[in-house]
């Protein structure tokens, strides 16, 4: 089976940018390096696999460029410019697409921030200016900041979105309603939105997991929301590696999904592991 992961991670673990991860999060409070990420893929037959920003500096996206022209299992990057700054980004994002081919997204770290940032006429331009460059923008916002997003959304017809982490649910508390019909909307009005199924692990209480069939118990009413609001057309698969670390080894994460589809046959497994990827950065 093809395998492509769209959300991976390296980082140096070292500065203020990684003050989140706390003691509680220790086991990845370390490095991962390229090196790290060659052998997860090896492991598990990762055809290949797009880094993620994790920094908000153009200088570690141009880090992870470097990283991908030199290694061939890595497929594309998604990095960061500011998008506060409206159309003067289009320098940047011009840079960096002379730097490397492999500038395949741009995101912003939305989550945290109040909503209405996403609304500002500054950030929906900055938005506009990456779809403008042929760039994908990728949504980290929380179920929270869905309705904000939407009206992003909404704003740029002509920008391909991708939804990471599912929008990030509130699965530890059990709460699905609110989220699931948000998605319902935006997934049934907007056929430019397509949604990363990743990152979900780590948004339960996977502490008490005695096991990946009880994760998989937990999850699958998300992993269902998700189908039935894009579609198996619009849904691609990521691990969230390194971070997924926190509640199960890659194999685990990687197998909450396999199951999944196994027990439900008419989504397409390819789809979900290569075809949606390709299709949304270009691989091809």
């Given at each position: 089976?093809?395998v492509?992961?769209?959300?991976?991670?390296?980082?140096q673990?070292?500065?203020?940018h990684f003050?989140?991860i706390?003691?509680?999060?220790?086991?990845i409070?370390?490095?991962?390096?390229?090196?790290?990420l060659?052998?997860?893929?090896?492991?598990?037959?990762i055809?290949?696999?797009?880094?993620?920003?994790?920094?908000?500096?153009i200088?570690?996206?141009?880090?992870?460029?470097?990283?991908?022209?030199?290694h061939?299992e890595?497929?594309?990057?998604?990095?960061?410019?500011?998008?506060?700054?409206?159309a003067?980004?289009?320098?940047?994002?011009?840079?960096?697409?002379?730097?490397?081919?492999?500038?395949?997204?741009?995101?912003?770290?939305?989550?945290?921030?109040?909503?209405?940032?996403?609304?500002?006429?500054?950030?929906?331009?900055?938005?506009?200016?990456?779809?403008?460059?042929?760039?994908?923008y990728?949504?980290?916002?929380?179920?929270?900041?869905?309705?904000?997003?939407?009206?992003?959304?909404?704003?740029?017809?002509?920008v391909?979105?991708v939804?990471?982490?599912a929008a990030?649910?509130?699965?530890?508390?059990?709460?699905?309603?609110?989220?699931?019909?948000q998605?319902?909307?935006?997934?049934?009005?907007?056929?430019n939105?397509?949604?990363?199924?990743s990152?979900?692990?780590?948004?339960?209480?996977?502490?008490?997991?005695?096991?990946?069939?009880?994760?998989?118990?937990?999850?699958?009413?998300?992993?269902?929301?998700?189908?039935a609001?894009?579609?198996?057309?619009?849904?691609?698969?990521?691990?969230?590696w390194?971070v997924?670390?926190?509640?199960l080894?890659?194999?685990?994460?990687?197998?909450?999904?396999?199951?999944?589809?196994?027990?439900?046959?008419?989504?397409s497994?390819?789809?979900?592991?290569?075809r949606?990827?390709?299709?949304?950065?270009?691989?091809k």
């Amino acid at each position: 089976m093809r395998v492509i992961d769209t959300h991976n991670h390296v980082w140096q673990c070292q500065g203020e940018h990684f003050s989140w991860i706390t003691d509680d999060l220790a086991a990845i409070r370390r490095d991962f390096l390229i090196d790290d990420l060659q052998a997860v893929m090896a492991e598990n037959s990762i055809e290949g696999a797009i880094l993620v920003q994790a920094i908000p500096s153009i200088e570690e996206t141009e880090w992870l460029l470097d990283i991908a022209e030199h290694h061939d299992e890595v497929k594309g990057v998604v990095g960061w410019v500011d998008i506060n700054h409206g159309a003067e980004i289009a320098e940047d994002l011009q840079r960096l697409q002379r730097k490397s081919r492999y500038l395949k997204g741009i995101r912003y770290m939305s989550q945290g921030l109040p909503e209405s940032h996403l609304v500002t006429p500054q950030f929906i331009q900055g938005v506009r200016c990456v779809g403008e460059q042929g760039v994908v923008y990728e949504l980290l916002v929380t179920h929270q900041q869905l309705e904000a997003a939407s009206q992003l959304i909404s704003a740029c017809p002509e920008v391909t979105f991708v939804i990471e982490h599912a929008a990030k649910p509130a699965v530890r508390d059990g709460e699905i309603t609110r989220w699931r019909e948000q998605l319902m909307l935006i997934g049934e009005a907007y056929s430019n939105v397509f949604c990363k199924l990743s990152g979900l692990v780590t948004e339960a209480d996977y502490a008490r997991w005695t096991g990946p069939e009880q994760a998989s118990q937990e999850l699958e009413p998300y992993f269902s929301s998700v189908f039935a609001a894009f579609g198996h057309e619009r849904v691609m698969y990521g691990s969230d590696w390194p971070v997924s670390l926190l509640a199960l080894p890659y194999a685990d994460t990687l197998g909450l999904y396999q199951n999944y589809l196994q027990s439900h046959q008419t989504l397409s497994s390819d789809n979900f592991f290569y075809r949606v990827a390709e299709k949304v950065y270009s691989l091809k």
